[in-house]
T-cell receptor
């Protein structure tokens, strides 16, 4: 299996621009997670989906952030408008079920720099 | 609520020396515990996990960890460090049911020749 695929791997944009991050989970996995990693706050869970339905978005920092999962093989995380404090590495992960010690499989991440 | 404390943001060892990375957890229910490794510019990769059963868990690349309920610890060890072990290591706890993973702040392992 190809693993979790994320694109782009790097994104540099200017403040105020819209940014869209993409994720393709492992085939057959029914849970998808979006995380953000920064030096200050470490790894934070932003939102997760089960069978394409958002279950918990309590980690989404503010209304500028939105996430969708239109089908089982594709999800997007959008930031509009972007701000310099959004600079971070964004990871997508997927798992077969959740809880009970299930393993989450992480993608390589998207390194976002907002100037 | 679950939480994880990783003692030491950086640990330095010489090649061939013992690796010990510390993790203490807090959980109101029997926990599931994980160690993930992150190599530079890569995503997180599972090293090992404890769910139930044997408290000494063996993982990939010669790492192992022991679940000690009385000490609320899940320290990661490797008898002999290799240069390729240089990476950041994250301990994580899940509280069971449909609980989210809670990650520690990470420990960067530096291995010198």
């Amino acid at each position: 299996d190809a693993g979790v695929i994320q694109s782009p791997r790097h994104e540099v944009t200017e403040m105020g621009q819209e940014v869209t991050l993409r994720c393709k989970p492992i085939s057959g996995h029914d849970y998808l997670f979006w995380y953000r990693q920064t030096m200050m706050r470490g790894l934070e869970l932003l939102i997760y989906f089960n069978n394409n339905v958002p279950i918990d978005d309590s980690g989404m920092p503010e209304d500028r952030f939105s996430a969708k999962m239109p089908n089982a093989s594709f999800s997007t995380l959008k930031i509009q408008p972007s701000e310099p404090r959004d600079s971070a590495v964004y990871f997508c992960a997927s798992s077969l079920s959740m809880g009970g010690g299930k393993t989450q499989y992480f993608g390589p991440g998207t390194r976002l720099l907002v100037l | 609520a679950q939480s994880v404390t990783q003692l030491g943001s950086h640990v330095s060892v010489s090649e061939g020396a013992l690796v010990l990375l510390r993790c203490n957890y807090s959980s109101s229910v029997p926990p599931y515990l994980f160690w993930y490794v992150q190599y530079p510019n890569q995503g997180l990769q599972l090293l090992l996990k404890y769910t139930t059963g044997a408290t000494l868990v063996k993982g990939i690349n010669g790492f192992e960890a022991e679940f000690k309920k009385s000490e609320t610890s899940f320290h990661l060890t490797k008898p002999s460090a290799h240069m390729s072990d240089a990476a950041e290591y994250f301990c994580a706890v899940e509280g069971g049911g449909f609980q989210k993973l809670v990650f520690g702040t990470g420990t960067r392992l530096l291995v010198s020749p």
